[in-house]
């Protein structure tokens, strides 16, 4: 802890938004890992298990996506589970409004990690800078200079130094873990859509065409999944 502080003091004021950003990158990825970590260990058994379901009984499909409301694929299945009676346009209509705002939710923190990734470098870079100021300031052209004054020098250096390494750990930091993000959301969004064409077409075929052959109403159907 103490080496740190020493190379916060060591960098200069810069060092103070960059090392809030690093603190903010963290932040962020610990909390985005809270997120996809269930959601990843779980929704494969939840998305079987309605699927199953929702072949036989809709009721019990929509029961089982109800308990796994804590996470993006238990609502995105129950939203249109719990409709009364939907057409397919209306069943396909309610799954891709539930998943905008679950896609909503995984890119949480994104902006922050962007604005990361550009902002941190040009700090180390204006860290840079000031150094150098600091440097050529206490520098004696052509007359020897004291010792006192090599030291503030080389202070001068190891602030732009210290800064401009700082700015583009946090910012190498940041991108990784904006990419992995990235990654994730765009496989998810993907499994979202196929598993939502799965359940229409289980849907279609199992429910709302037998009906139409049939005469008869969707009476096994919930009217409302509470």
Known sequence: MNSLIDIVIKGGPVMVPILAFSVATI????????FW???LKQEVQIVRSVLEAARTDLNRAGAIAQRSQHLPIGRFLL??????HPTPETFRLAMEAAGEKEFVQMRKGD???ETTVAVTPLLGLLGTVTGLITTFSNLTIGGGGTAAQATAAAGGIGEALITTAAGLLVAIMALIVYRVLVTL??????YFSEVGDELELI?????????LLSG???SQIPAQIR
């Open 27 to 34: 932040a962020c990825a610990l909390e985005r890992a809270q």
């Open 37 to 39: 970590y269930p959601l």
């Open 79 to 84: 939203a249109p589970l719990k409709l009364k």
């Open 111 to 113: 902006k922050l990690l």
């Open 185 to 190: 959301q765009s496989r998810q969004m993907d």
């Open 203 to 211: 849907y279609r075929q199992h429910w709302y065409e037998p009906s």
């Open 216 to 218: 008869e109403p969707l």
